[in-house]
């Protein structure tokens, strides 16, 4: 299995997603990019060098994420589900991926991204 160190964190609010490259820095990992729309981050998935993603359920103006996990599990790409509601939020297709419940700990992404290693 190949070692995650190249994460994209897909997350609408700009303070959660500079939140979160911190601690993927204090983690040894690298910050692939940050998007905060599924047309940026499939965007940026074409550009590829995304060895992870962490993925916001609910973007901006009501927008799922679901066209980039679909994307993310046709590619191969682990990634884990970033949200602050209930498994309820998650659609049937995806249930069973990692989950990484807001608010976010420096421990609970550790465990995450460890949960794709």
């Not at 940050?34 to 499939?42: G, I, K, V």
């Not at 590829?48 to 103006?61: S, T």
Request: proline share 4%; with cysteine; net charge negative.
């Amino acid at each position: 299995m190949v070692s995650i160190s190249s994460v994209l964190i897909v997350e609408d609010e700009p303070l959660i997603a500079m939140m979160l490259e911190d601690f993927l820095e204090v983690l040894d990992r690298q910050v692939a990019g940050t998007a905060d729309s599924c047309e940026t981050a499939l965007s940026r998935l074409e550009d590829g060098g995304v060895d992870a993603v962490i993925l916001d359920v609910n973007l901006r103006a009501g927008e799922t994420s679901w066209p980039v996990a679909d994307k993310l599990a046709e590619s191969g790409i682990p990634f884990v589900l970033a949200t602050g509601g209930s498994d309820d939020s998650i659609a049937d297709a995806h249930k069973g991926r990692p989950v990484l419940q807001k608010p976010f700990t420096l421990e609970a992404v550790e465990a995450a991204l460890e949960s794709l290693d």
